[in-house]
Structures are given as C-alpha cells and as structure tokens.
C-alpha cells in the first residue's frame, strides 16, 4: 500500500477520499501521503541500517516546505542544489549543519548565503516564513564540490569571511548507471563532478587551505538507477580513491553516496530499495566502524509513490485509433513523460474493480486505447500514450500515480497556466500546502515597466 488504495469505489490517499480534495481545490493537484512518506523513509533507513547514514533528502524531488519539515521532523538532513533550495531547507526548519550543498553551477552569492546568513535573500522577511534571524544560522555543514572552479570561489569567499568550509570533491567515476541519458550524471562525458585520475592531485593542491577543508568524497551516478551493480562499482572507485588520500596523509571523514535509489513506477520493474543495501553494507560496513561517515541523498525513493497527480477531464475526443483524453493536467503541471518520456500508471479515481497492475497494459476488461494528454499547444503533451483504459467521461477525474517526486518541482506557467495546488493529508486531515497559483500572480511581475536607470 503507497498511502493510497481504493476504497467505496473511490480512491483514498490515507483516510481521505481524493475525490473530496479536487471538489475543494480544483485541479490539478498534487496530493501527498504524509504516511506514505513515513514509511518510505522508515524502509531506506532499514535497508541500510548497519552503516547508520546520515539521510540528507534531497529538496528537488518535491521542494513543498512542509514535505521538508516533515521529513526533517523523522530525522532527515536536507540536500540542496541551489541557494533558493538551501534557503527552503533552512526555513523548513533544518538546521545549516544538516544541510550539504550540491550543485554545478553555485554563484558567489549562493556560496557567502551558504557561508554566512547576512547573506540570506530572506534576510529582510525570514520572520514571515516562520524562520529565525539568518544571521545566526551559521555555514551549511557541507558543500559538494563539482569542481576545481567552484572550490576556488569557495576557498575565496570562505577566507574572506573568516569560515573554514568543509567540503566533498564529487567523483565522476565514469560509470554507466543504465538510466534515461538525461539524467545519467557519473559518466565522463557528463557536466558533473571529477574525474577520478584527478582527485589526488586536487587535495593535494588545496591541503591546508585557509577557507576551505576537504573532508571527503561525493558521488551521484544517476537517477533512479534500476540496478545495484552501477553502485557497486562506483563506490569500488570511490572506496579506493578513499585509500590514496589516506595513504597521502589526507583525513577522509565522509563519504556521500547521493541518491538515485530507485522506486516502481510500474509493479516489480526494479529490485528492491532491501538489495541495494543487501550488496552495498558489506563493502562499507567495516570503514563504518572505523568512523567513516556515510550519508545519502534520497529523493525519488521517498517521494515518488508518496504522491499522485489529480487531472479532470475537459474533453474526450474519438480518434481513428484512438481516444484522447484530455485533462487539465499537462506538460505544464507534470513534465517528466515529455521530457523523458517517462512511464506513469494512470487510471480513473472511480474504479469498482480488483485494484489494476501498474504497467503498460492491465489484464481488465473493457479497456480501451487512449492517450491521456493535456491542454498545452505541443504534440510532446502528453501524461501517457497508447494506454488501454476503461471508459471515462467529461468531468471525470482521472490519478497519475508515482507522482510525487519531480512532479510539482518541474511545473511551469506554459500557456499561462498557474502551477498546481498541493495538499498533504495526513491520517484524516488534508492541509492545502500550496495554494494554486492565480493568473494574477503570474501577471505581477510583468505589472509596471521599470526604466533602467543606465
Ligand atoms: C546530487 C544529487 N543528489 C541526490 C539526487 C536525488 O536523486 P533521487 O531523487 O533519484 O534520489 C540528485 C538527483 O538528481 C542529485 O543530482
């Protein structure tokens, strides 16, 4: 059960009829299983339980900061990839030491943010959001460095500023995690990371140095990454790249594995999260205990199937082949099929039935070729294509499931379409998280033209 089932006919997330929810806040929207959430977090911390790692979720698969402050509340660290993340993160209530700071492209004014909180751009309206004075807050625990630019900038302003940031270099093993090219990230010819041959040298080349220690290692190789072996053999890589900077006298304290673990979109497609950690404790379980820190990077694999997508029908239309379906729900609100073309169990919130497979074609009666598209002017619209479904109707609601992670965080205004609500339920609560955004929202800021003064 991923905190959703179908119950009377209608499908429930927690106690909470679905149905209800749109009724009250329109669609599209995202609703989140807050005990959904829970027990995917309780399942990766058992699955890799003897290695005690430090969880840092990871804030871009679903950035609402109420997700965040509940994961913070089971005990998670955050992983952020911009300074807008690391400000979310730090107002969800995480502490800066809890928070590592990934990403390839950090600006100076990111880096003094994450430094020094006199640089929040919060600085003036943290209280709003419920957050304390940044000023106090300190440096974030950990920058995940990307490269020898970036760690001079960091060395820079951390001298400038008087703070000793500590970092981890990201390995790009060169390792192929066997996952969509668009989000493989461990390969050589990929923008992330160092490459391996040259991670001595670096730490040889910034020992010692006033505004940044180098503390350890970071790899991500991918993400979802649907076998265990990719890992396997990137944390060889890194475990031995680990051994050379001891044998230098460098003293390697961490080590991050990031994220990528995987989940089901459709049933039994991947091993389970249980066989990633089976093959990977063993290789870390003795440095562990000789007091190697190993954290982690969950986004996917907490969020994913701890959240569905609501679209109503506006329209069905007969094709020769086909039926489109088409509701309010699009590229502009879920973007993965288009961008990856990325497979999304899709069924209709009424169902009377068995509970149906997730996969491409269900063993139901009745069912019919659709496409379930949205209302975007492009051809690449679509939620799921060449799909037997059951007969629906104008008006119908219709579930995108494993909708949760990399969902709501790629939404856009295409069309001039507000990003959808969210609602987390809880038990029998459903809280909107995030109001739909109103059309004069998206209007405000193209309001008044401002003459630059140049
Ligand atoms: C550096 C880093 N860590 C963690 C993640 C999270 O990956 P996932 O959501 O697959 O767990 C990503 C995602 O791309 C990433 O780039």
Not at 237 to 255: E, K, N, P, S, Y
Not at 259 to 288: D, M, Q, S, T
Request: overall charge negative; hydrophobic content about 40%.
């Amino acid at each position: 059960m991923h905190g959703f089932h179908w119950h009377q006919n209608h499908l429930h997330a927690d106690a909470v009829p679905v149905a209800a929810i749109a009724e009250a806040v329109g669609t599209p929207t995202y609703v989140y299983s807050a005990s959904a959430i829970r027990q995917a977090y309780e399942r990766l911390r058992a699955a890799f339980a003897p290695l005690d790692p430090d969880l840092h979720y990871a804030v871009k698969a679903s950035p609402n900061h109420h997700i965040c402050r509940l994961l913070g509340e089971l005990g998670a660290g955050m992983d952020v990839v911009s300074g807008g993340e690391m400000e979310r993160a730090w107002v969800s209530g995480c502490a800066m030491r809890d928070i590592v700071f990934a990403g390839v492209g950090k600006s100076d004014a990111e880096i003094r943010a994450a430094l020094d909180g006199r640089y929040s751009p919060l600085r003036e309206v943290a209280e709003r959001f419920g957050a304390g004075d940044p000023v106090e807050r300190g440096p974030v625990g950990l920058f995940n460095v990307e490269s020898e630019s970036e760690l001079a900038a960091i060395a820079r302003l951390g001298s400038e500023l008087g703070i000793r940031a500590r970092g981890c270099v990201r390995v790009n093993p060169n390792v192929d995690p066997e996952t969509h090219e668009y989000t493989t990230t461990g390969k050589k010819e990929n923008k992330f990371g160092v490459d391996a041959d040259r991670i001595v040298e670096l730490f040889d080349r910034w020992r010692d140095d006033p505004g940044i220690e180098l503390v350890g290692l970071h790899v991500h190789i991918g993400s979802p990454v649907p076998k265990v072996q990719p890992y396997v053999e990137a944390i060889e890589i890194v475990l031995r790249l680990i051994d050379a900077l001891a044998a230098r006298g460098h003293r390697i304290d961490t080590l991050d594995l990031g994220g990528g673990w995987p989940v089901a979109y459709r049933e039994g497609e991947v091993p389970p999260l249980e066989a990633y950690g089976a093959a990977i404790v063993p290789l870390l379980e003795e440095r562990r205990r000789a007091g190697l820190r190993v954290c982690l990077e969950p986004g996917r694999s907490l969020l994913a199937n701890s959240g569905i997508l609501l679209s109503r029908i506006q329209h069905i239309k007969e094709g020769k082949d086909k039926t489109f379906i088409i509701g309010d729900a699009g590229m502009q609100t879920m973007l993965r099929p288009a961008l990856y073309r990325a497979f999304h169990f899709v069924w209709p919130e009424r169902w009377s039935g068995e509970p149906p497979t997730w996969c491409e074609t269900p063993e139901v009666d009745g069912l019919a070729p659709c496409d379930l598209v949205g209302p975007i002017c492009e051809t690449g619209d679509f939620l799921a294509r060449d799909r037997p479904l059951p007969p629906m109707e104008q008006g119908d609601l219709v579930v995108v499931f494993s909708a949760g992670a990399y969902g709501m965080s790629m939404a856009s205004n295409y069309n001039d379409h507000g990003r959808p609500a969210e609602v987390l339920v809880d038990g029998d609560q459903a809280r909107v998280v995030n109001e739909r955004q109103s059309l004069a929202a998206i209007l405000e800021t193209e309001r008044s033209p401002r003459l630059l003064d140049l």
